[in-house]
């Protein structure tokens, strides 16, 4: 498990996995597994690892468990998008300092109540901080795993996922949803040991991958309908289908795309930032009032 409260644990966990790369050979690769499961040896490390065992380049699997990473709840400052240090003192610069310093990814996360683990979400909160890094994360490639347990049970979990790998830019070169509750389990089924195998070479291939079940933006396969159009609730890209299934796009395309366009989001929010400044008298004028309505319950 890797946990990181100050400085110094910082410091000493980059030295340890440059250290790791060095005594590899400079060709060595940082596959960054991101293991989203609190349970040791669970299924989700597991297969994370039986992955790796089966990528044929030089490399070394780094691994950190998410929920074991101190993740504050954004203070809703607006400082990240003013390029202001965040006011929370946690290990949310410690993850995204690992991300931009592997060469691949693989995400997994346990299925819990129809959705990932709520790390994710604790974790997609504080997403503003995505921004200043994306220079560095965008175009990685990486694998995106859900372990589910019961069928037809899976929920939003593969959308999460896929929302933290887009806005981070990464490519996503496979997005699979794997059965298995018991602990390792995972690799008592010889299928998934050949998926592991297909996912190793996916995540080292030059080959784009695309999602023909879903989105035709960004292959998220949850949409939200209106009228006679699909609406990706992921990329919000609009499309319909023809009378043999097709999909035809309606709109030019979705909020993702290259760095620059994905910061075209950053400098909105510095905008509505000074629009909120420039009405800030009449802004208070109308809140006031509801200041002291209602009693507030503390445990």
Same mark, same amino acid.
């Given at each position: 498990m890797v946990t990181v409260h100050n400085k110094f644990s910082i410091i000493k966990n980059i030295v340890m996995i440059k250290s790791k790369i060095r !005594? /590899?050979?400079? +060709?060595?690769?940082? #596959?960054? %597994?991101?293991?989203?499961?609190?349970? /040791? &040896?669970? +299924?989700c490390e597991i297969f994370v690892k039986e992955i790796s065992r089966h990528i044929d380049i030089d490399h070394t699997l780094c691994l950190i468990r998410l929920p074991s990473l101190k993740i504050l709840p954004c203070k809703a400052c607006y400082g990240c998008i003013m390029d202001k240090p965040c006011p929370n003192k946690d290990d949310m610069e410690f993850l995204l300092h690992q991300i931009t310093q592997s060469d691949a990814m693989i995400v997994a996360s346990p299925v819990y109540f129809l959705g990932s683990h709520?790390?994710?979400?604790? #974790?997609?909160?504080? %997403?503003? $901080?995505f921004y200043?890094? &994306? /220079?560095?994360?965008?175009?990685?490639?990486?694998? $995106? @795993? +859900? *372990?589910?347990?019961?069928k037809e049970r899976i929920?939003?979990?593969? /959308?999460? $996922?896929?929302?933290?790998?887009?806005?981070?830019?990464?490519?996503?070169?496979?997005? @699979? +949803? @794997?059965?298995?509750? &018991?602990p390792g389990e995972v690799i008592m089924d010889t299928k998934n040991v050949e998926r592991a195998r297909k996912l190793a070479e996916a995540?080292?291939?030059?080959? !784009? !991958?695309?999602n023909v079940y %879903?989105?035709?933006?960004?292959?998220?396969? #949850?949409? =939200? *309908?209106?009228?006679? =159009?699909?609406?990706?609730? $992921?990329?919000?890209?609009?499309?319909s289908t023809d009378h043999?299934?097709?999909?035809?796009?309606?709109?030019?395309?979705?909020?993702?795309g290259n760095p620059e366009h *994905?910061?075209?989001h950053k400098e909105w929010l510095r905008g509505m930032k000074k629009r909120f400044l420039e009405k800030r008298k009449e802004i208070l004028k109308t809140i006031i009032p509801y200041r002291d309505m209602g009693e507030w319950i503390e445990p």
């Open positions: !005594t /590899q050979g400079t +060709n060595s690769k940082l #596959i960054l %597994g991101l293991i989203g499961s609190p349970r /040791q &040896l669970g +299924n709520s790390i994710f979400k604790s #974790i997609l909160d504080r %997403g503003f $901080l200043h890094f &994306l /220079q560095k994360t965008y175009g990685k490639p990486c694998i $995106l @795993v +859900n *372990m589910y347990g019961i929920g939003v979990a593969p /959308q999460t $996922l896929r929302s933290f790998a887009s806005f981070l830019g990464l490519n996503i070169k496979g997005s @699979v +949803n @794997v059965k298995a509750a &018991l995540l080292s291939s030059s080959k !784009t !991958t695309k %879903g989105c035709p933006f960004c292959g998220c396969e #949850i949409v =939200r *309908m209106e009228k006679k =159009r699909f609406i990706c609730t $992921l990329c919000h890209g609009s499309f043999k299934g097709n999909k035809v796009k309606i709109s030019e395309g979705g909020i993702f *994905m910061l075209l």
